[in-house]
């Protein structure tokens, strides 16, 4: 578990990596080949298929090369797929990601992705957790 | 498989009409008792366990009960863990989601959500799907 644990982080890492490089073709190499895939984009509607994600970071990556990074990474198995989520930090603000692995061919590749910005609101007091309690 | 397509379709729409009635108790059953979960309001930061979840929704409604409903539904199978990604209609605007299920003794149970709002704005011509290909 550990050493998948790690591995994610490590998958989840090269996402951002290409990402913030605006690399296409490091971009490709996270997502999966044979699984089915869904890229949601902040402010767009969902995209399915490889062909289709691939060119919509293909066609950001010519508008951009955002400073991203991400940082608060948590894992969470769910038997067999796992998913990362995480915050994203930008010029213009923070987003709260999720994204999907799957393991294909023992490596652990990107089958979803979806971000959606956020503020750093005060939540209601009933759903602020006690201290420690997210350890 | 077609039977597991219906029950997560039918899981999907469990948890809407939850949302839509503003009831706490329904989406309590929505959501998973034994696996991890998170949840990603619009707007807001993630959201861990099931604690701080169903409370984070007991909140929501004490503020609304939104019109909202789900179109678009489409399920996407990965081993034994199933996500659906929808449109959600409100008075306010659409929102694309993700809703991650698990089976829990023999039930679909809710694993995450992410809601991001989105505009019908024009898509990149590289990234718009040839007619059919979304069939």
Known sequence: MWDAQQAIIEANLSFYEAF????ATAMARVWAR??????????WQPLYGR??????WRAIFREDSPAIRCEGARVTFLDTVA??????????GKLAATNIFIQE???WRMVHHQASPFMDQPLPPSVIPPPGSLN
Chains 1, 2 share one sequence.
Do not use: F, K
């Open 20 to 23: 913030a490089t605006g690399d």
């Open 34 to 43: 044979n699984e089915p895939v869904v890229c949601i984009h902040p402010g």
């Open 51 to 56: 062909d289709q994600v691939l060119a919509s």
């Open 83 to 92: 998913h990362v989520t995480c915050v994203e930090r930008i010029r213009a």
């Open 105 to 107: 061919e023992g490596v």
